[in-house]
């Protein structure tokens, strides 16, 4: 494993970082906390991407870096925080770049047809792509043959995006079947209480 120039992410731009080709040893801010870390968090009022960590500095730091809630963007539906206004613009430039492959989840676990969420403070960033594991040694296991575990996990991926589309679709079916079902009830019931009227109109004549 290559190792990596010690970066102070305190007086550098993330803008000039090489890319890592190599699983990083786990580094964070002072301020993280390793028990409450998720690819996702969610609080009363808004979705946290990433547990708040930068998506831009996985790839151009080689670290998972708490981001700022004053350099934020909201994209599909969850607010990533970033270290820097320079991380924001490069990330708003270009979010697919920056997010994680396979939606957060573990990229050694999708590969052996499981789904289990990744943890952003451990990563691996390679090729311009950031991958999430839930362990250490399911990174290491991972890296020792990337290759084919890539293969494997984005076939299962592939699988599962399926499975979520079509069921995705059903729901949508169901929804319109039921809509056009209360619709229909609707119109039985007004088309029986206007005979009902009409039939008290016709015996008090």
Known sequence: ?????????????????ALADT????????????????????????????DGYCPVAFQKMNQAYKGKPEFSTTYQGSTYYFGTAEAKKMFDA????????????????????????????????????TYFFS??????????????YLTMASSQWTKFSAMTASSEAMKSANTATKTAM????????????????????????
């Open 1 to 17: 494993m290559r190792k990596l120039a010690a970066v102070s992410a305190l007086s550098i731009s993330l803008a000039g970082i």
């Open 94 to 129: 270009s979010p697919t770049t920056y997010l994680a492959q396979f939606n957060g989840w573990d990229a050694y676990e999708l590969a052996t047809g499981k789904q289990v969420a990744g943890n952003p403070t451990i990563f691996w960033s390679n090729e311009g792509k």
């Open 135 to 148: 362990s250490t040694a399911n990174r290491d296991a991972f890296g020792k043959n990337a290759a084919n």
């Open 23 to 50: 699983p990083p040893t786990t580094t964070t801010s002072p301020t993280h906390t390793t028990t409450a870390a998720t690819a996702t968090v969610t609080t009363s009022t808004t979705k946290i991407g990433y």
């Open 182 to 205: 209360d619709q229909a009830t609707a119109t039985m019931n007004a088309a029986n209480d206007a005979m009902k009227a009409a039939t008290t109109t016709t015996g008090m004549n």
